[in-house]
Nanobody, 119 residues
Framework: QVRLVQSGGGLVQSGGSLRLSCAAS????????MKWYRHAPGKERELVAG???????DYAESVKGRFTASRDNAKSTVYLQLNSLRPEDTAVYYC?????????????WGQGTQVTVSS
């Protein structure tokens, strides 16, 4: 099963940008539908973006127009570009890969990366 390793989090001022990366361990990454979640203390985990194996994207209303998901299958990496960041975007961000093979669902999560937006 593919392994996901995340990077790119950090501290940024309000209005700034970050680019999160989620790198996969194997070529089969290209067949995975990928999702980005975030989890802030005291709040429920939230699905913020998705990108299918074919490159189709979808976004939560709270981030639409500010965040952009993309993937580079040749590099086995999915990205989340975070623009116009707000303090309420502060959370641990997780990537998740999902794939169904012969009726068996594969589901793997990255380790998460902290994004902190100061006001």
């Amino acid at each position: 099963q593919v392994r996901l390793v995340q990077s790119g989090g950090g501290l940024v001022q309000s209005g700034g940008s970050l680019r999160l990366s989620c790198a996969a361990s194997e070529i089969t990454f290209s067949a995975y539908d990928m999702k980005w979640y975030r989890h802030a203390p005291g709040k429920e985990r939230e699905l913020v973006a998705g990108i299918t194996s074919g490159g189709t994207t979808d976004y939560a209303e709270s981030v639409k127009g500010r965040f952009t998901a993309s993937r580079d299958n040749a590099k086995s990496t999915v990205y989340l570009q975070l623009n116009s960041l707000r303090p309420e975007d502060t959370a641990v961000y997780y990537c998740r890969g999902q794939r169904t093979v012969a009726g068996n669902r594969l589901d793997v999560w990255g380790q998460g990366t902290q994004v902190t937006v100061s006001s």
